[in-house]
């Protein structure tokens, strides 16, 4: 079990990592419209994982409460979303395609910004992964290895375009090969360590699981609408990111019904 886990948490961060790996294979920057597409795979598969993974599963481990099953989910959902809006408030970061810096005033360097936009929604994907596995190692019935194993894949997938969108456009802006590679893995690390403190801290409660399982749910579902949409929405061509939003959602949907 323990191997298994280990694998579940580092396949999202290897995800990020051929992603930021891009910078020694692509020579141009991100087409704008590969960039569409890819935010909006990401997002849809972002927002499947929540309803499948994550809220369903929450819901059924909340069973015994009858009519009221849906509480913990509600209020982790919640939960979820207040501590993402929190976080947005209290640090500087910088989106993609934004010369106008959020959060709180800093002198940090613009790539150092896109680092933490970047990795601020990389924290509930790693919470996401390491809640789904914590209700693994303590033997709840709904989720089965598979079914962890297919979150872990689905974000992944979504991960690949996050290390790129990092890697390629610092390194267009003249940052060096290495370096731009190393921002990419910076702003993933801090997937597999959120996991890591999540399955510490679920272990310890088991009664709250749904809680943080809906919780998870929340704040990823707060990045996709506050980033992933509207950076996918902007200009031109929206109905592409429309369209890969459809394919990512679908993508996961079946990797997490037919393995789980």
């Given at each position: 079990?323990?191997?298994?886990?280990?694998?579940?948490?580092?396949?999202?961060?290897?995800g990020?990592?051929?992603?930021?790996?891009?910078?020694?294979?692509?020579?141009?920057?991100?087409?704008?419209?590969?960039?569409k597409?890819?935010?909006?795979?990401?997002?849809?598969?972002?927002?499947?994982?929540?309803?499948?993974?994550?809220?369903?599963p929450?819901?059924?481990?909340?069973?015994?409460?009858?009519?009221?099953?849906?509480?913990?989910?509600?209020?982790?959902?919640?939960?979820?979303?207040?501590?993402l809006?929190?976080?947005?408030?209290?640090?500087?970061?910088?989106?993609?395609?934004?010369?106008?810096?959020?959060?709180?005033?800093?002198?940090?360097?613009?790539?150092?910004?896109?680092?933490?936009?970047?990795?601020?929604h990389?924290?509930?994907?790693?919470?996401?992964?390491?809640?789904?596995?914590?209700?693994?190692?303590?033997?709840?019935?709904?989720?089965?290895v598979?079914?962890?194993?297919?979150?872990?894949?689905?974000?992944?997938?979504?991960?690949?375009?996050?290390?790129?969108?990092?890697?390629?456009?610092?390194?267009?802006?003249?940052?060096?090969?290495?370096?731009?590679?190393?921002?990419?893995?910076?702003?993933?690390?801090?997937?597999?360590?959120?996991?890591?403190?999540?399955?510490?801290a679920?272990?310890?409660?088991?009664?709250?699981?749904?809680?943080?399982?809906?919780?998870?749910?929340?704040?990823?579902?707060?990045?996709?609408?506050?980033?992933?949409i509207?950076?996918?929405?902007?200009?031109?061509?929206?109905?592409?990111?429309?369209?890969?939003?459809?394919?990512?959602?679908?993508?996961?949907?079946?990797?997490?019904?037919?393995?789980g």
């Amino acid at each position: 079990m323990t191997i298994e886990i280990f694998r579940g948490i580092m396949i999202p961060f290897l995800g990020t990592a051929l992603g930021a790996a891009c910078v020694f294979f692509m020579k141009n920057a991100m087409h704008t419209l590969l960039q569409k597409a890819l935010t909006g795979f990401a997002g849809g598969v972002m927002v499947a994982a929540s309803v499948w993974s994550l809220l369903i599963p929450a819901m059924n481990q909340s069973e015994h409460m009858g009519k009221f099953a849906f509480v913990p989910a509600a209020v982790g959902f919640w939960l979820g979303i207040l501590f993402l809006l929190a976080l947005d408030r209290l640090v500087p970061h910088l989106h993609l395609n934004s010369d106008e810096a959020e959060g709180p005033k800093s002198n940090l360097k613009k790539k150092t910004m896109l680092v933490l936009a970047v990795a601020i929604h990389n924290i509930p994907e790693g919470m996401a992964v390491g809640v789904v596995y914590a209700g693994l190692a303590m033997g709840q019935s709904d989720i089965s290895v598979m079914g962890a194993l297919a979150l872990s894949v689905g974000i992944a997938i979504q991960n690949f375009p996050e290390g790129a969108i990092i890697s390629m456009p610092l390194q267009a802006e003249g940052v060096s090969k290495p370096k731009a590679f190393l921002y990419g893995i910076l702003s993933g690390i801090v997937e597999p360590l959120g996991a890591v403190l999540t399955i510490l801290a679920a272990s310890v409660v088991v009664p709250v699981l749904p809680y943080f399982l809906s919780f998870a749910a929340g704040a990823m579902i707060y990045v996709v609408v506050e980033e992933l949409i509207p950076e996918m929405s902007e200009g031109k061509h929206s109905n592409i990111g429309t369209v890969f939003f459809a394919l990512g959602f679908t993508v996961m949907m079946i990797l997490d019904v037919a393995l789980g």
